[in-house]
């Protein structure tokens, strides 16, 4: 099965930025959609970014302009560029993916989440 691990979460100021990745291992027929969720404190998780195998990305109109997902369809593993960070962007980031396993099942993977702290 594939798993997810994230890193690069931490403590950043106001208007700096943050480079999360997300790297898969396992094995899988395909690894299609992946996205970054957040979940900030005492809130529900909600959408980020999303982007499909083939590159097409969505984002929250939140982040639009500021955050930039991309992935590397060889390495199972995908990027979020976040600038001009604000209070607000505090929360844990989670990393999903939807993949089609070895016996052709559609199964949606979740990371553990790495926690981004916007604060001066």
């Known amino acids: 099965q594939v798993q997810l691990v994230e890193s690069g979460g931490g403590l950043v100021q106001p208007g700096g930025s943050l480079r999360l990745s997300c790297a898969g291992s396992?094995?899988?027929?395909?690894?299609?959609?992946m996205g970054w969720y957040r979940q900030p404190p005492g809130k529900q998780r909600e959408l980020v970014a999303a982007i499909t195998s083939g590159g097409s990305t969505n984002y929250a109109d939140s982040v639009k302009g500021r955050f930039t997902i991309s992935r590397d369809n060889a390495k199972y593993t995908v990027f979020l560029q976040m600038n001009s960070l604000k209070p607000e962007d505090t929360a844990v980031y989670y990393c999903?993916?939807?993949?089609?396993?070895?016996?052709?099942?559609?199964?949606?993977?979740w990371g553990q989440g790495t926690l981004v702290t916007v604060s001066s």
């Open positions: 999903n993916a939807n993949v089609l396993t070895i016996d052709f099942r559609n199964l949606e993977v």
């Open positions: 396992g094995i899988a027929r395909s690894i299609n959609a």
